[in-house]
């Protein structure tokens, strides 16, 4: 019923910016909150942030006023967008809607 695919990772230099997107190919969001987290080795999955189905949103201190989650007007796709990128900000990225996970995207920022 739910099966969660991100895309949009990729290298980028530091001050760039990225879109990534988090589709359900199962079904609609629905009224489910939908949050990013994101992974770099040797390192615990911390959240990034995340969406209500009212949109309101809630980030973690070190992205705010940088990072910006949104649904798309398509029920089905969540974005995150990522503006003036910093090396730490790499790690793997993923979707998470409940139980379910994505299999992640990668971001990585170069000096």
């Known amino acids: 019923q739910v099966q969660l695919v991100e895309s949009g990772g990729d290298l980028v230099q530091s001050g760039g910016s990225l879109i990534l997107s988090c589709t359900n190919l199962?079904?609609?969001?629905?009224?489910?909150?939908v949050a990013w987290y994101r992974q770099v080795p040797g390192k615990e999955r911390e959240l990034v942030g995340k969406?209500?189905?009212?949109?309101?949103?809630e980030y973690r201190d070190s992205v705010k006023d940088r990072f910006t989650i949104s649904r798309g007007t398509t029920v089905n796709t969540v974005y995150l967008q990522m503006m003036n990128l910093k090396p730490e900000d790499g790690g793997m990225y993923y979707c998470?809607?409940?139980?379910?996970w994505g299999p992640g995207t990668q971001v990585s920022v170069s000096a």
């Open positions: 998470n809607l409940g139980i379910h």
């Open positions: 199962g079904r609609q969001f629905g009224l489910y909150d």
């Open positions: 969406i209500t189905s009212e949109g309101l949103t």
